[in-house]
């Protein structure tokens, strides 16, 4: 790896010294509106690389020409031009004004930009230089919270890649740069490489994505380099990570008396008597009455991460480049091990003028990351998740972790210990991933307004997945040499994937007077191929990790090919009048090759329009007043079409290789046989969206808004067919095929956000809210055809006589489970309660549950729907930025309700040998007879004492998973500003202290889960605390 870094480094700089122009030296100052003198402002001559940037006090000097044109740029200003005069000496001062609001921006939508005055999609975004600032391993950690509709859950594991979703549908499209790319592309790009991120959430923005498109879209622009002279731009992080939530656990002394409690509760002997318990807490006896802190032993209180990015950039006007290289290594909370974490991803482009003469210009670019996970992987313990299970849950304090001479006991089974050691096996991650680009566009001469362009990409993926699984080496208790050797078994699997697409479009934008006029078509094709071959060696007799070590006779290997492709053609038209009132409407055929021939077409739509009411002349008083600065009204419809779900070929018959297809004279030989009965039926099932919204500027465009209505319902669900009209059933052993279905889910909400900026004196602020709720159900369920051509609903028979478990028109629910009624009071409410089958021994402190049909007993006939979804239905989040000259500082308040979390493991997630003897602190709020309203069922020895009463699935074990935490935070000096101002050659300088996951405020954290991470509980990959200490440099 660290080779890899340096061998890019060297032919960046070698690559980007070649392009360096030469800065050469009329006088002047650039100030602001308000006077105030503007550092950094690029001083260009025009159509040449020759510039300088403006000193602390808003001064510059350079040499030109007469006739020459100076090109005055800053950003969040206006672009200005000088002419320069004749005379020895120029005075040319200049004075710039901030760019007119945010009603101007370029907004990346579609296959093309718009103004934000202009889009009358539902199309929001997020600020990239924020995300800068705080200390992520991946771009989706730090989305949560920053853009109504963007709904973002968290996950475990060392890069903690969040799931995100838009508007609570499923995973959304990814486009970088106007092509179709990966998620994992996405999360591997790291922010400071990132110019803007747009979420494309309705159809009139989709619809021209085609499939795929249905779930709404990240769009994420990349930088590219900018005019003027070459600059250089360092940035690098240090961070301190440990895990947000791991819950305090009892030393052996207060779990060996726990232990004692549960036995008496059951009428059995105690395990531990004071002789023993003396002995654990003196210590004198390590190998029977240990005192073991497995947390501490194993997991380190934290780690560390790294992050570097370096970029160049510079060129003149139409010849712009960039080259940027980062790194990413992080470290993990394992004392011991092979555990690593490494990410390197580079980013070249160049943009070039072909012909100024025909207007032809051009680009090229090339990026790519090469990624490296390392973790331990044995027998049992195949991942980090498996590891902090072991270690956290599967060994109370009782269980020696060492022998006598300080290595990992051999009679504890998985021991963490010996799990994360330099002699147990490992798992390796290697990602290798290269994409090129190259585009022209022709603007013709000779008619105005129209061009043509065309872009061709190339994307270039490997992987390859190395599992060397040996157990770690333990030792009996009075032994050095390990107790027994396992036979280490070697797994590879590798895979590459390569794919192209093609983009060529032709487009017409016209204004005429009041009527702009733009248009656009095209064709799209993309075309991949992927393969991929496993193999295999087991029961090797010596630690060595290659295939040609092991036997011959204990291995095994497969691989398989496949290709796919999409075309499809585009039409664009936009239309407004007055700048006021706007159309747009687009339309794509789209072909997929997972459907047949007759089927594999299909054409989808969108139109959208919009209204500016404020320029209207009945709201000129308001306007005036700056009651209203704007107010505009937008609604937009259309149909996106799926294809997800389908398997490749499935309209075909198959057969399959199989190495055991039959048996002659009681051996298996290979041959072939029937695989799937074909789906000639299968088509594009397709979602409606209806999207209806205002923005609205109010005070200066200080106090600014929006909000969203939206509804979504997805028909045409490809479900298996009834056998009773084609014969087929499943104990043929082959899946039935797929035909359309009246099945239909709907999804509807609001989005909102509300948003103030100002300044009082020389303190700058802006706070915003912005607020996503949806909520989700099957208006029918998955439904066939039956023997008389009519669609029928398919419910089980429980469901039938129990309406309280049927799935259609319910909004998001948990799951099925019983109803509790708290604990039983005594023998006597045992007694005159309904009789829970399969129970006994029950008494006072065991669960109750509802006898909900009435018929004298509780059964699986009493399952009803319970609880809220396990996915947030409403997240929010508060943005709030202040700054003060070189000052600033930033601040997000996340949060979701609305949402149960599951924490049965919480109580049965303990020792299975203890039964439910506590392990940590919060399980001793247990009940008992002076503390009847207690959080968990009496204490027991084991959970068959009472028929597993209280471990079924319940509402009992439900809580509400609504949080509010402080996400992040940063704060930041530019030193440029005061302290270095007189440093002509340093152009930035930057500090920042940032956090991440600072605190949460939620009733999960009582029972150590993480209320952002979905079903996982606290024995798992935690979420992650982490401070960053982080330094910005520019030349």
Known sequence: MKFKILTLFTFVFSWCLTLSA???????????????????????????????????????????NQGDVLVFSYLGFVTQEKIVGGGNSLIINVLLTEEAQQLEDVVVVGYGTSTKRAMVSSVSSVKTETLKEIPVSNITQGL?????????KGSAGLDNRSQITIRGGGTPLVVIDGVIRSYDDFVNILPEDIASISILKDASATAVYGARAANGILQITTLRGQKGQTTIQYAHSLSIFQPSFIPSRLDAYAWATQHNIANKNDGKPIVYTDD??????????????????????????????????????????GNEFLASLGYVTKGSYYRSGRHTFDLMNFRLNQNFIVSEDIGLKGFASVDGYFKENEHPHTSTASNYYAVFS?????????????????????????NPVAETSSSAGYSTQKYKQINGMAGLEWAFPWVKGLKARTNFNYRYFNTDDRQWRKDGDVYDWDSTKPASVSKPQLYQSMAYNYSYTSQNFLEYARNLNEHSLHLLGGYEASYTFNRNVFHKRINYSFPIDQFGAGPKEDMDGNGSDWESGRAGFIGQLKYNYNNRYFVEGSIRHDASDLFPKDKRWGTFFSGSAGWIVSDEFFMKSLKEKHIFDLLKLRVSYGEVGLDSGVGRFSYLSSYNLDPQAYVVDGKFIQGFSEGNIPSPDITWYTTNQLDLGFDFESFNNRLFGSFDYFFYKTTGYLVPADPLVTGYTSSLGKDLPLVPSNAENRRSGIEAQLGWKGSVGEVKYNVSVNLTYFDQLWAKTQLNWNDKQKYYEVESLASRKNPYLRQTQQVGYYGIGLQSEGFFTDAQDVYSSPKHIGSHNLTAGDLKYQDFNGDGKIDNSDRIRIGKNNFPRANYGLNLGISYKALSFNMLLQGATRFDMYMGGVFLGQNPSAGTTPIYEFQLDYWRPDNTSARFPRLVSSNSVNGNNNTHGSDFFLINGAYLRLKDFSVSYDLKKYILKDYKWLSAMKLTLSGQNIFTISEATKYGMDPEITNTEFYGYPNERMFSFGVNVGF
Do not use: C, M
């Not at 807490?281 to 497995?294: A, F, K």
């Not at 072991?390 to 290595?407: D, E, I, S």
């Open 276 to 317: 023993k318990l003396q002995k654990i807490l003196d210590g004198s006896d390590q190998l029977n009455y240990p005192n073991v802190d497995w947390r501490k032993l194993v997991l380190k209180d934290f780690a560390q991460q790294y992050r570097h990015n370096l970029s160049v950039s510079g060129g003149r006007e």
């Open 22 to 64: 030469q800065t050469v030296s009329v006088k002047g100052t650039v100030t602001d509106e308000s006077k105030v003198p503007l550092p950094g402002v690029s001083v260009l001559i025009k159509n040449t690389t020759r510039g300088v940037a403006t000193d602390f006090d808003g001064k510059y000097e350079i040499k030109a």
């Open 390 to 414: 072991h270690t956290l849950v599967n060994h109370n304090p009782l269980t020696p972790a060492l022998n006598k001479y300080g290595l990992p006991y051999a009679n504890t089974t998985d």
């Open 144 to 152: 949560a919270g920053r853009s109504p509709g963007l709904v973002v």
